[in-house]
């Protein structure tokens, strides 16, 4: 009776545990109308949107190239107050979410990139 009550013990704390889990499946973990997360450029650099801070590091030695804070100006728009660590200099980039998993930006001297959105 007692390995009974241990085991319906057991499956109950596994069951309230599953219930805690919010993502059951392949779908994001991410809000799809945020920039909120981690987006690599083509060159393999890392670019992380949390609650108002920006940074960028390199993938292979993770050496922070620059820092900053963004700003919503619009629905899935934001303005990037962007201090550059490599060339010691501060400016603007402005970003578009052209779609959940692409991030358009313009820097303050009119220099166009993207931005790919790391799902996992």
């Known amino acids: 009776m007692r390995d009974w009550s241990r085991?319906?013990?057991l499956l109950f704390m596994t069951a309230a545990l599953a219930a805690c889990q919010s993502n059951f499946g392949g779908g994001p973990r991410y809000d799809p109308n945020s920039i909120e997360g981690q987006w690599?450029?083509?060159n393999g650099i890392l670019s992380t949107f949390?609650?108002?801070q920006f940074e960028t590091r390199t993938t292979d030695t993770n050496t922070l190239l620059a820092t900053g804070k963004y700003t919503y100006t619009g629905p899935r728009v934001v303005q990037i107050d962007l201090r550059s660590l490599v060339r010691n200099s501060s400016s603007k980039v402005n970003c578009s979410l052209a779609s959940p998993s692409r991030l358009n930006c313009t820097s303050s001297t009119g220099s166009q990139?993207?931005?790919t959105r790391r799902t996992a």
């Open 7 to 9: 085991t319906l013990t």
């Open 50 to 52: 949390s609650d108002g």
């Open 40 to 42: 690599f450029d083509p």
């Open 113 to 115: 990139f993207s931005l």
